[in-house]
């Protein structure tokens, strides 16, 4: 804490040594206690920092969207149990449950899908994408790049170089024209992806673009009864005037710091710093997570779960201007170590139809359907997909294991032919039949709908030119 009217030899603008000595490291550190995670949040805000740059060459391609919604299942939800049901099967590949007809006639999904079964007329399925990879971390890496992880099939990898290509989310905060929304273009939560020993995933962050292009990490609980997101909260001794107070002290230390200023570098840092004092302050952007102003009947429909709450609160961020919100299946401190998340090695039946089928079934079809009846759907592109599948037979433990070699994903929206089923894999869900789909394919039919071509170019830190992405949009599943 400090005070403007410590005692002491005063400087000419009215400011004391002792002063200055106490809040000489602020301007590096953020603004201490009286603001929490302000030197994360003015790293999020701003994207210029002097970091490789982005920048747009050739027409953009015709995609419509204004938004994304990613929707990651991470650890790999089975293809049999959800989008690719194999009813003529065996036994130990089909599993436990049976198909449903859905609105679309021929188009079928898992009986663990019920009320996605009614929006079906707005869903692409695409039910042979492939990585070859069966490592949770890099195969990870590769659906959120586009780009594989080197080596492949290696678990517990962190990131760092060669693997630091940008998270789809960076790509697009660089590519997101500048405008007047207090929240960056790219967020993700409600935390980061992990493995059980607590290794982060490599592709979640900007990579060689550099921290000023992170899509912003919300680490949230959005289902608890006292939500709130610590970015965008004081402390209880720090009053809004108060802090106010506090940037208009910044600000002269600052001055006093014009001697050590580099190559516009302070000036970068002070604009990242009233960016933050902006976000903190902004009515706009609070409110943006401010679940408790939408209908019980509203929050009900998408589950009170942490899964559901947090992908309610990516459509009031869309709504508020966010262009790309990524939604993390939600790890919790109860997940059994040995099936965490989607990762259903045992007992694969009683997961999916407890702990995972019914909360995703129902925020996902609330997710579709609220879009619609907002008029928002035909401009926001809902995309849900994980690293991988499961493998096609059931082994010994009752569950399912790591499988690369074909999976499906779902996309709705924002310019995506809707009642479509795109390639196929075999009789057991175990490999591409038809249509094969790869990252980098989908996220190039991701960026296509935001309005760039895959020949969308950035530049790295050497200088060189780069392609937004190497794949080819799926041509087959955009709309007119």
Excluded at 321 to 334: A, I, M, Y
Excluded at 351 to 363: E, I, M, Y
């Amino acid at each position: 804490m400090f005070s403007i009217s410590a005692p002491g030899v005063r400087l000419c603008d009215g400011l004391s040594r002792r002063e200055m000595l106490r809040i000489g490291s602020l301007g590096l550190a953020g603004l201490g206690a009286g603001a929490v995670g302000m030197a994360d949040l003015a790293r999020a805000v701003d994207g210029s920092g002097g970091e490789a740059g982005l920048r747009r060459v050739g027409p953009a391609s015709l995609g419509k969207a204004k938004s994304c919604i990613v929707l990651f299942l991470m650890g790999g939800p089975p293809q049999h149990s959800t989008w690719d049901p194999k009813p003529d099967a065996p036994a130990e590949v089909r599993g436990e449950f049976a198909p449903i007809q859905t609105r679309v006639p021929g188009m079928m999904v898992s009986e663990l899908l019920p009320k996605t079964a009614t929006v079906a007329e707005h869903l692409c399925l695409l039910r042979a994408v492939h990585t070859g990879d069966n490592a949770h971390s890099s195969s990870g890496y590769f659906m959120l790049t586009g780009q594989p992880h080197a080596p492949m099939n290696r678990e517990n990898a962190n990131p760092g170089a060669p693997n630091d290509w940008p998270n789809l989310g960076s790509v697009v905060r660089r590519l997101a024209p500048p405008g007047d929304a207090m929240l960056p273009a790219a967020v993700r939560l409600p935390h980061h992806i992990f493995n059980t020993d607590g290794s982060v995933w490599p592709g979640q962050d900007a990579g060689f673009l550099g921290r000023g292009a992170d899509p912003w990490l919300f680490r949230c609980e959005p289902a608890s009864a006292d939500f709130r997101i610590p970015e965008f909260t004081l402390p209880g001794d720090v009053h809004v005037d108060r802090l106010h107070g506090r940037h208009a002290l910044l600000a002269k230390l600052n001055e006093h710091r014009a001697a050590v200023e580099r190559g516009g570098a302070l000036a970068s840092y002070d604009s990242a710093t009233a960016a933050a004092f902006d976000l903190l302050t902004s009515e706009q952007a609070r409110a943006a997570f401010a679940l408790d102003a939408e209908p019980d009947a509203v929050r009900d429909r998408y589950g009170r779960t942490q899964f559901g709450q947090s992908t309610l609160l990516a459509r009031r961020l869309v709504e508020a201007g966010v262009t790309l919100v990524q939604v993390n299946w939600f790890r919790g401190p109860e997940e059994p170590s040995d099936a965490p998340c989607w990762d259903s090695h045992v007992k694969e039946a009683a997961r999916l139809r407890t702990a995972l089928g019914p909360p995703f079934d129902a925020a996902f079809s609330a997710l579709v359907g609220d879009l619609k009846e907002r008029g928002l759907l035909d401009e926001t592109l809902v995309v849900c997909l994980s690293e991988f599948g499961r493998s096609p037979k059931i082994n010994a433990q009752g569950g399912r294991d790591h499988w690369g070699n074909v999976f499906s994903v779902c996309l709705a929206g924002g310019g995506i032919r809707g009642g479509v089923v795109h390639g196929a894999s075999d009789a057991v869900g175990g490999e591409p039949k038809e249509g094969t789909v790869v990252p980098a394919d989908l996220l190039a039919t991701l960026f296509h709908c935001l309005g760039y071509g895959p020949s969308t170019m950035f530049h790295d830190a050497l200088g060189r030119p780069i392609p937004i992405s190497r794949g080819t949009p799926i041509s087959e599943i955009l709309g007119a």
